[in-house]
């Protein structure tokens, strides 16, 4: 299986900071990679999808990048809206598998 | 717009089998660009992949559930579902269905969930 490892674990910034979490798989998995946010109580919302592209109604400040092995997932302007869990995941291999989750507080 | 419901016992005794099914609706399941996954969260866990099924009836599993998943589709009824067998504790989670987009041009992953549904393995 891929193992795909998320840094950092968790992290606090204020509103407006620029934010990026990292995702590091185990072997390449080309551009196969997606990020997904989490609120409490709900299921996950896709934002980026092969990497770099962003979902319909995603707001443009979620980019991602990256490709092999190491991806970033940015938020150019944190918003209070954006608390939450953020898990990466990989489907270039099966079984599909995701990062543990980073968790995005507001200061 | 696409909507996916969970549905089934939310208690299962230990050693049984859980079963839950997923509806799909807005959509038609017998589209061949998605695949029909299972994912599922333990509580305050990460997300673990289940297995998926094609409108077919083709499958692919995680190696470390394959000895006691099924999945399956019913194009009739817009339905996929999932059975876990011999099931413990360590199998009580959040289960989501969820599509997952893949067209010849490129593959979304999972874009749509359904709101989960939480099942308890407990005697």
């Known amino acids: 299986d891929i193992q795909m490892t998320q840094s950092p674990s968790t992290l606090s910034a204020s509103v407006g900071d620029r934010v990026t979490i990292t995702c590091r798989a185990s072997?390449?998995?080309?551009?196969?990679l997606a990020w997904y946010q989490q609120k409490p109580g709900k299921a996950p919302k896709l934002l980026i999808y092969?990497?770099?592209n962003l979902e319909s109604g995603v707001p443009s400040r979620f980019s991602g990048s990256g490709s092999g092995a190491e991806f970033t997932l940015t938020i150019s302007s944190l918003q209070p809206d954006d608390s939450a869990t953020y898990y990466c995941q990989q489907y270039n291999s099966y079984p599909w598998t995701f990062g543990q989750g980073t968790t995005v507080e507001i200061k | 717009q696409l909507q996916l419901q969970e549905s089934g016992p939310g208690l299962v005794k230990p050693s049984e089998t859980l079963s839950l099914t997923c509806t799909v609706s807005g959509g038609s399941i017998s589209s061949n660009i998605y695949y029909w996954d299972w994912i599922r969260q333990a509580p305050g866990k990460g997300l673990e992949w289940i297995g998926n099924v094609y409108h077919s009836g083709s499958t692919n599993y995680n190696p470390s559930l394959k000895s006691r998943v099924t999945i399956s589709v019913d194009t009739s009824k817009n339905q996929f579902s999932l059975k876990l067998s011999s099931v413990t504790a360590a199998d009580t989670a959040i289960y989501y269905c969820a599509r997952y987009q893949c067209s010849s041009t490129t593959c979304n992953s999972f874009d749509y969930w359904g709101q989960g549904t939480l099942v308890t393995v407990s005697s």
């Open positions: 092969k990497t770099s």
């Open positions: 072997q390449s998995i080309s551009s196969w």
